[in-house]
């Protein structure tokens, strides 16, 4: 049994770790302030440029692009689809279950997938750490993108580039590429989401809708040109977006789960010190019986 000076020194353990996670909870509400604001300005540009894509693509419908091209395999040819899918993680932990629902989700998508040749593209260290040592191909790596609670523009550009080279590649072209991500809720509410990136194939309806009415645009370029300059931005939008999301889920996963944790080590504190007032009133009323026996023996 535990004497009076072990459960002094959990409670005093038990203190200090207390103090971290208060203040690991403190930073996390302060960076998640941020990254929220940051989502909220970005989330409007990209639904913006999804539309109007949508509405240059309704009106150039003959128009070819190979981010908006799908891939038709030939009878003839067996060998399975090539799929590119980009797993966003945090580079830290102590976030409650925010790296373990995305790397389920990442292991779903590939028992559903398991006909196809899937490939990985990894960002976070927690992602990378876990699926390193699975038997399953992963293409590239990028850590520290999140890991300050800010994301760079540049990292997202770099990121889509990349991919998109991947889509378009000439001799093994990927036919497919997925994203998947915890996007932001709230600050104790985050959903996973697997989504499709290319071929942006659901913004351009070949026609109008019946009865519509399209209105004729004058344009100052060909829609060639166009094209060829916003498909690609939407793609990087849409992986920077997606970077923001994630920043944002981490903070607020991180900061419930320090609550929590806080809340936990206050009710172990409790019940540590019941357990030592315990200790040291049996220890008392021992020695006091001590005191009287020795007395009566005399």
């Known amino acids: 049994m535990p004497n009076l000076q072990d459960y002094r020194r959990r409670v005093r353990a038990v203190r200090n770790m207390r103090q971290i996670t208060r203040a690991m909870k403190m930073v996390s509400a302060a960076k998640l302030r941020r990254a929220q604001e940051r989502v909220v300005a970005a989330r409007p540009y990209t639904i913006k440029m999804m539309q109007i894509l949508g509405d240059l693509a309704r009106r150039a419908p003959d128009y070819k692009h190979p981010l908006l091209s799908v891939r038709q395999r030939e009878p003839e040819e067996e060998w399975p689809e090539r799929l590119l899918l980009v797993l966003i993680t945090a580079d830290r ?84 590429v997925y994203l998947i991500y915890n996007e932001f809720k709230s600050a104790i509410q985050q959903r996973v989401v697997t989504e499709p990136v290319l071929p942006i194939g659901q913004i351009k309806p070949a026609t109008a809708e019946p009865g519509e009415l399209l209105t004729e645009y004058l344009y100052e370029q060909p829609p060639d040109e166009i094209f060829g300059i916003l498909l690609p931005k939407m793609v990087e939008t849409q992986i920077y977006r997606a970077l923001l999301e994630s920043v944002a889920s981490e903070q607020g996963a991180r900061m419930a789960a320090m609550d929590s944790a806080s809340k936990n080590a206050d009710e172990m504190i409790d019940r540590l010190t019941l357990e030592m007032n315990r200790v040291r009133q049996a220890a008392i009323t021992r020695e006091i019986i001590e005191v009287v026996s020795g007395a009566e023996a005399l």
């Open 93 to 176: 932990g102590l976030c409650g279950a925010f790296n373990t629902n995305l790397v389920k989700a990442a292991q779903e998508f590939l028992r559903h997938h398991s006909d196809e040749e899937v490939e990985l593209v990894l960002i976070g260290r927690k992602g990378r750490d876990f699926f390193r040592r699975r038997p399953v191909k992963i293409r590239r790596e990028h850590i520290g993108v999140t890991g300050a609670g800010r994301v760079n523009f540049l990292d997202a550009v770099k990121i889509a580039q990349e991919i998109i080279t991947d889509f378009t590649h000439p001799e093994h072209p990927f036919d497919r």
